[in-house]
Nanobody, 115 residues
Framework: QVRLVQSGGGLVQPGGSLRLSCTAS????????VAWYRQAPNKEREWVTT???????AYSDSVKGRFAISRDNAENTVYLDMNSLKPEDTAVYYC?????????WGQGTQVTVSS
């Protein structure tokens, strides 16, 4: 059974940094893509970034240059490092992967950027 467990997040001031983690079980993060999405209050879920098995990554324009996705194969974990955070980055963040045609989601973690 594939499971994604998230950790990290919390409250940070504008300009600050946070790291989110997404640890997989039942699959290897090195063999599947892993993406991060976020959903702000009263808004639709939006794509943030994706890391594919080959190591390439892509970012939405809203986070490009501020966020970085990476993985630790030994820990079977994907990370999202978020820097220069803005109030508009406030959202619940979700990691997601797909295994044999089925999408799996993490439980979500709240990120609040506020002074």
């Amino acid at each position: 059974q594939v499971r994604l467990v998230q950790s990290g997040g919390g409250l940070v001031q504008p300009g600050g940094s946070l790291r989110l983690s997404c640890t997989a079980s039942g699959t290897l993060v090195s063999t599947n893509y892993v993406a991060w999405y976020r959903q702000a209050p009263n808004k639709e879920r939006e794509w943030v970034t994706t890391l594919v098995s080959g190591g390439a990554s892509a970012y939405s324009d809203s986070v490009k240059g501020r966020f970085a996705i990476s993985r630790d194969n030994a820990e079977n974990t994907v990370y999202l490092d978020m820097n220069s955070l803005k109030p508009e980055d406030t959202a619940v963040y979700y990691c997601q992967t797909e295994v044999r045609g089925t999408k799996y989601w993490g439980q979500g973690t709240q990120v609040t950027v506020s002074s």
